[in-house]
């Protein structure tokens, strides 16, 4: 079923000469601006992480530039066990449970709040003049999803990370990760029917 929905590494361009950010040397701990540069290789990734799991755009931002500074200061304890990326998205995942937890509590302190509160499951403008019906119809299923689901099927499908790494990086087993792809690929297949 996974047919439904186009793989979207497929649709993006190829970046030229653009060495791969999960992959070579790592920048020395010492060369603090070198570090920058290699981090900011994944601020994309990591948006995209994050927008999936946060929906709202001015979060997901401020969750991906807690990461960056996060992890620019603890680079020195980067022990490589794992690739940068999923260090990377480990650090993430933490910042969007950190936000959560300030808007819940936020909702909880001051609960009429959310009714003035407007979340957009559709893309914003500049999405919407550059990609087709379809993907605002994806935007709109994939907003619909459950977090978990949602968060899985974004690593998965457009960042193409491994069953494994998405595991580490929610701290999920994989089988329990096939799961929730699964189930995320299957109300997306069925969600978008229409656009077979």
Not at 117 to 122: D, L, P
Not at 140 to 154: F, G, I, K
Request: contains cysteine; charged residues 20%.
């Amino acid at each position: 079923m996974t047919a439904a929905v186009p793989h979207a590494a497929a649709r993006q361009p190829p970046e030229a000469n653009t060495p791969s950010p999960n992959r070579g040397a790592t920048p020395r701990t010492g060369d603090r601006d070198a570090v920058a540069r290699h981090l900011l290789t994944h601020e994309q990734i990591l948006l995209r992480y994050a927008r999936a799991a946060l929906v709202d755009s001015d979060s997901a931002a401020d969750a991906v530039q807690e990461t960056m500074v996060s992890a620019w200061q603890r680079w020195d304890r980067f022990r490589g066990e794992s690739a940068v990326r999923t260090w990377l998205y480990s650090i993430c995942a933490h910042k969007i449970a950190d936000i959560r937890r300030a808007e819940s509590a936020a909702s909880r302190m001051h609960p009429g709040l959310d009714m003035f509160t407007w979340r957009s499951s559709a893309p914003e403008p500049h999405h919407a003049a550059v990609s087709s019906h379809f993907f605002g119809a994806l935007a709109t299923a994939l907003a619909d999803l459950p977090t978990t689901q949602r968060t899985v099927w974004v690593l998965r499908e457009i960042d193409d990370a491994s069953f494994v790494d998405i595991g580490h990086t929610l701290g999920l087993a994989a089988s329990t990760v096939r799961g929730h792809h699964r189930r995320a690929t299957n109300t997306l297949a069925l969600r978008l029917a229409d656009w077979k």
